[in-house]
């Protein structure tokens, strides 16, 4: 009698991935809480129990109380509701600015790694550009330019933020143009357009996952920075960065009024890390134990 050997499951590259990234677990808490504060951004006017805008001098710098859970700022405003609203904005600006980068930074890089010759010479000469001034002072010569708002900040961030997208991409698809099935495919007729986008954006897709995962927290933190120097979202909208400005007097008298979102941006920024990180350590061959 003949032994039946147990048939080998097929597993693919996403599923394997995935069964790493779950044995991360500090990775899977962090997608616990992106996931968390997505539904918190995304069901911001039934979670906040105030209107953010809303001004009550009489309850103004209130301590946390079961009425105000995080107090009142200076202008008599819900901290906890303008919370809710700020991670709206936050989330928004990395996410949006990320999808314009990534648009920008995959079509540059492929087209630098694809054509090669002088498209690559200045594409990557833009790329040098780019990558050598300070971002930050960039995004804030932009934003003076432009004038503060929600989406001259997603144009800023977005615009600014495609460097290193368009690097990484290059590498992967100089190195995807000399496999043998895009030989194959060039010697059936297919044409360039059908080569990029059916097999080299397959393939380049898990260092786009890993890009944009890490590229939000970076946005976040420019945002806040942004909005902190009053070159970022318009008063009076909600925005953790604009919150630690105008606390900056009373950061003695009533200190719960800058730290809590200077919390908010901790948490939300080391999250994003490390879901990056994980989703690195997942996606990339070479990193996987």
Known sequence: MFK????????????????????????????????????????????????????????????????????????????????????????????????????????????????????????????QVFSSFPFLLFAMAIMFVLGPGLINLYLALGLLGWASTARLIRGDVMRLKKMEYIDACKVSGGNSFRIIMKHLLPNCLSTLIVTVTLGIPNAIMSEASLSFLGLGVKAPMASWGSMISFSQPYIRSATYYSVIPGLAIIITVLAFNMLGDGLRDALDPKLRS
């Not at 499951?9 to 504060?37: D, E, G, H, P, R």
């Not at 859970?69 to 600006?93: A, K, Q």
Request: hydrophobic share 45%; aromatic share 12%.
């Open 4 to 127: 039946k050997k147990k048939d080998q499951t097929y597993q693919s590259y996403w599923s394997i991935s995935w069964n790493i990234f779950k044995k991360n677990k500090v990775a899977m808490v962090c997608l616990f809480i992106v996931i968390l504060l997505c539904l918190i951004a995304l069901f911001a006017p039934l979670i906040a129990p105030y209107d953010p805008n809303k001004q009550v001098l009489t309850d103004r710098l209130m301590k946390p109380c079961g009425q105000h859970w995080f107090g009142t700022d200076d202008l008599g405003r819900d901290i906890f509701s303008r919370i809710i609203y700020g991670c709206r904005v936050s989330l928004s600006v990395g996410i949006i600015s990320q999808i314009i980068a990534t648009v920008i930074g995959y079509t540059m890089g492929v087209c630098a790694g694809y054509y090669g010759g002088k498209v690559d010479s200045v594409i990557s000469f833009l790329i």
